[in-house]
C-alpha cells in the first residue's frame, strides 16, 4: 500500500495523474518507473518516497478511483429522498452514471486486478469497499425495513448478504467472462450475469422485479474487452 508521506501531496498525485496517463496510452505493463519519473519530471527516488514498487501505484491509482467513486455515492447518499427503496435504485443509478462517465479512467488499470499475480491485491481492496458500502446501504435498508418499501427481517444480515452478491457475485462474473473465446460470448455473459445479480439482490430485498434493473449499453461491454484482454496478457482479438 502507498506510504504515509509528510512531502507535499501534490508530488504524489502529480505522479498518479502522469501514471494514469500512462495506462491509458501504452498499458501500466508497457511503461516502466523511469519513464514515469521521467515524465512527471522528478527524480526516481521520488516514486520510492511515496511508493514501495509498482505493485503499490498500482493500489494506489485503484483506490483514489474508487475513492472518487465513494465520494459521488456518499455526496448522493446525502441528497436522497423518499422510501428506502426508492432510495436504493436512486443510489445504484447514480454509481452506474458515474462508473460509464469514467470508464475510461477505470479500463487503464482495473482489468490488472483480475491477473493471477494480483488476486490477493483484488480480494483486499475488495474487501475493504465492501466495507466502506455497507455505511451506505444500512441505512438505506434499514429505512425500507422500517417503511415497509423493503421486506426485510434483519437490515444487517441482509446488508451483508446483498454485498457478498455484489462484490463477490460481480469478481466471479468478470472471471467466468474473461475464460470466454469471442466478443459475443464476453458480452453475453456479462449481460445475463448483471441481470442474475440484480435479480438475487431484488429477491433478497424482497422488491419487485426490475426494482433496481439498469439498463446497460452492450457496446460499452464489447469495448471493455481489449482492455481485459490486454491488462491479462492475452491476444486483442479471440473472435471466431
Same mark, same amino acid.
Given at each position: 500500500?502507498?506510504?504515509?508521506?509528510?512531502?507535499?501531496?501534490?508530488?504524489?498525485?502529480?505522479?498518479?495523474?502522469?501514471?494514469?496517463?500512462?495506462?491509458?496510452?501504452?498499458?501500466?505493463?508497457?511503461?516502466?518507473?523511469?519513464?514515469?519519473?521521467?515524465?512527471?519530471?522528478?527524480?526516481?527516488?521520488?516514486?520510492?518516497?511515496?511508493?514501495?514498487?509498482?505493485?503499490?501505484?498500482?493500489?494506489?491509482?485503484?483506490?483514489?478511483?474508487?475513492?472518487?467513486?465513494?465520494?459521488?455515492?456518499?455526496?448522493?447518499?446525502?441528497?436522497?429522498? @423518499?422510501?428506502?427503496?426508492?432510495? #436504493?435504485?436512486? =443510489?445504484?443509478?447514480?454509481? $452506474? !452514471?458515474?462508473?460509464?462517465?469514467? *470508464? +475510461? %479512467?477505470?479500463?487503464?488499470?482495473?482489468?490488472?486486478?483480475?491477473?493471477?499475480?494480483?488476486?490477493?491485491?483484488?480480494?483486499?481492496?475488495?474487501?475493504?469497499?465492501? @466495507?466502506?458500502?455497507?455505511?451506505? #446501504?444500512?441505512? =438505506?435498508?434499514?429505512?425500507? $425495513? !422500517?417503511?415497509?418499501?423493503?421486506? *426485510? +427481517? %434483519?437490515?444487517?444480515?441482509?446488508?451483508?448478504?446483498?454485498?457478498?452478491?455484489?462484490?463477490?457475485?460481480?469478481?466471479?462474473?468478470?472471471?467466468?467472462?474473461?475464460?470466454?473465446?469471442?466478443?459475443?460470448?464476453?458480452?453475453?455473459?456479462?449481460?445475463?450475469?448483471?441481470?442474475?445479480?440484480?435479480?438475487? *439482490?431484488?429477491?433478497?430485498?424482497?422488491?419487485?422485479?426490475?426494482?433496481?434493473?439498469?439498463?446497460?449499453?452492450?457496446?460499452?461491454?464489447?469495448?471493455?474487452?481489449?482492455?481485459?484482454?490486454?491488462?491479462?496478457?492475452?491476444?486483442?482479438?479471440?473472435?471466431?
Amino acid at each position: 500500500m502507498a506510504r504515509v508521506s509528510k512531502a507535499p501531496e501534490e508530488r504524489r498525485e502529480q505522479l498518479l495523474d502522469v501514471a494514469a496517463g500512462l495506462c491509458a496510452s501504452v498499458g501500466f505493463d508497457a511503461f516502466s518507473i523511469d519513464q514515469l519519473t521521467r515524465e512527471a519530471s522528478v527524480a526516481k527516488g521520488t516514486f520510492y518516497y511515496y511508493f514501495d514498487s509498482k505493485d503499490d501505484l498500482l493500489a494506489a491509482l485503484v483506490e483514489r478511483f474508487v475513492d472518487a467513486l465513494f465520494a459521488e455515492l456518499e455526496a448522493t447518499a446525502g441528497r436522497l429522498e @423518499g422510501t428506502g427503496i426508492v432510495r #436504493f435504485r436512486t =443510489l445504484m443509478l447514480g454509481a $452506474t !452514471a458515474w462508473k460509464t462517465g469514467h *470508464v +475510461d %479512467d477505470a479500463l487503464g488499470f482495473v482489468p490488472l486486478l483480475y491477473k493471477r499475480e494480483n488476486l490477493a491485491l483484488r480480494y483486499h481492496l475488495f474487501d475493504e469497499w465492501a @466495507g466502506r458500502m455497507r455505511e451506505i #446501504f444500512l441505512p =438505506l435498508i434499514e429505512l425500507g $425495513t !422500517a417503511d415497509g418499501s423493503l421486506a *426485510v +427481517d %434483519d437490515p444487517e444480515a441482509t446488508t451483508d448478504l446483498v454485498l457478498s452478491i455484489w462484490v463477490e457475485g460481480a469478481s466471479r462474473m468478470y472471471d467466468r467472462a474473461l475464460v470466454t473465446t469471442t466478443e459475443d460470448a464476453w458480452v453475453s455473459t456479462l449481460l445475463r450475469g448483471i441481470d442474475a445479480l440484480t435479480t438475487a *439482490v431484488e429477491r433478497v430485498l424482497g422488491a419487485a422485479p426490475g426494482s433496481f434493473r439498469v439498463p446497460m449499453d452492450p457496446a460499452l461491454l464489447r469495448a471493455g474487452r481489449v482492455p481485459f484482454l490486454a491488462a491479462l496478457g492475452g491476444p486483442s482479438d479471440h473472435r471466431t
